[in-house]
């Protein structure tokens, strides 16, 4: 089936979603969520393939595990689609209406935005929240994943798409483009007249090629150059345990912590105790020449290491005189994701949290806390780094518009 078919069909069910009362979009959403589970096997045995590719490739191991799926990350998948499921309904929701000197009632009314285009990268997971989210709010969504996860995709996607016809519900809700050729997704980044909008979710490189080569509208959403900045009124315990959580939990994630910024107050204390915890999971430290001098085995950094996502076990530390220079290195090499300050002073985070520039900046909290399920969401369908329409975590109401609706009574201009 080529493009044009897809977006036909995927137009087609758009306007069906659109009209879809919430109990008939709830039941599907547990539905599915309960096949995902059911057929775990199937979908296990399909990502196994592609991990096995990927490593027979070279790839990295904090690639191969936002690549790998288990029992475990599927049942949270499940719970993912079922949080959707019991969430509001944004569609249709009425924001305001005020009345206009000439009796006009004039408001605004969430709607879909129609067709969504979805273009990422090895995240499998990315293919039942992408589906949640839209079915939910109403869009009908093309999937376009990388050729790394393709297995796990086609399986996810089958079993979607057999529980929605099952439910009487039209499969073209959730379409794959199983071409995975980089003229198809040159192709499908130019989809006017069907895509209403495209989100890229993977890569630097994949973003910037769907924001320099789309023509149709585009959220962009970020990769994560996350920072931790350990004040010198801050415990240092604590502080410890939040950079240890945000760079190792998982290394391969966005909202991962790739470089630490610390006090210069209490360098000498943190440090060696920073360096004794991050080598237990041997993450390799590059520092600046004063925090080379208290880490052991830490390396000298380049200026590319402050503007780098690692995505792997390798962090980037500096020694800071204070909040002023933390915020100033912060915004000079961020990517506008997620920061995070460790800090007992309220001044201080009340300016880390006023000055920062990104999407999403915390006090005393690891920058693992980025994401959709977390926030209350249910999933998320990416995290936006941009400034218009939406930013952060991306949920139900960043995938509808609204529309003006008034109500007259014979008015005329």
């Known amino acids: 089936m080529n493009l044009s078919e897809l977006g036909i069909k995927a137009r087609a069910a758009s306007v069906l979603l659109a009209k879809m009362n919430v109990e008939t979009k709830n039941k599907a959403l547990i539905a599915c969520a309960e096949a995902l589970v059911n057929e775990s096997n199937s979908i296990l045995e399909a990502n196994a393939k592609d991990v096995l590719i990927g490593r027979e490739k070279g ?30 309904d944004p569609v249709g929701e009425v924001l305001d209406m005020k009345k206009r ?7 605004r009314k969430r709607v879909p935005l129609g067709v969504v285009g979805m273009i990422y990268e090895a995240r499998p997971n990315v293919t039942p929240d992408a589906f949640a989210l839209c079915f939910k709010s109403g869009n009908a969504v093309i999937l376009r994943g990388g050729s790394d996860a393709i297995n796990s995709n086609i399986a996810i996607v089958k079993v979607l798409q057999d529980t929605l016809k099952a439910c009487g519900i039209t499969e073209d809700a959730v379409q794959l483009i199983e071409d995975t050729s980089h003229e198809v997704g040159t192709e499908f980044m130019k989809m006017n007249g069907y895509l209403d909008v495209l989100i ?17 509208p585009v959220i962009e959403t970020g990769t994560g150059n ?6 010198e009124s801050a415990d240092l315990n604590m502080a410890v345990d939040i950079i240890e959580n945000a760079k190792t939990q998982r290394i391969g994630v966005c909202n991962a912590c790739e470089s630490v910024l610390v006090h210069e107050a209490v360098a000498e204390k943190l440090l060696p105790m920073l360096g004794k915890k991050l080598a237990e999971h041997s993450v390799e430290m590059r520092a600046d020449g004063k925090a080379c001098s208290l880490i052991d085995g830490a390396v000298p950094a380049t200026e590319d290491d402050w503007g780098r996502e690692y995505l792997d076990l390798k962090v980037s530390i500096k020694v800071v005189s204070g909040v002023d220079e933390a915020i100033a290195h912060i915004n000079k090499y961020n990517t506008g994701h997620s920061e995070s300050i460790v800090t007992d002073s309220y001044e201080n985070s009340q300016k880390f949290l006023d000055e920062v520039d990104a999407a ?3 006090v005393n909290a690891s920058t693992r806390f980025t994401d959709g399920f977390e926030f209350g969401f249910g999933a998320e369908i990416g995290i936006s780094t941009q400034k218009l ?5 991306m949920g139900l109401e960043a995938l509808t518009t609204t529309k003006y609706i008034i109500y007259g009574n014979g008015q005329i201009r």
């Open 59 to 88: 790839m990295n191991e904090g690639l191969v595990d936002r690549l790998m799926l288990t029992e475990e990350r599927i049942k949270g998948i499940a719970e993912g689609l079922e949080q959707v499921a019991a969430l509001n």
């Open 101 to 107: 000197p000439n009796g006009l009632l004039i408001g």
């Open 200 to 216: 890229p979710r993977g890569g630097a490189g994949l973003i910037q090629s769907v924001v320099q080569n789309a023509t149709v």
């Open 226 to 231: 996350c920072h931790v900045f350990v004040d």
């Open 360 to 362: 999403a900046v915390y």
């Open 389 to 393: 329409h939406t930013r952060g975590p």
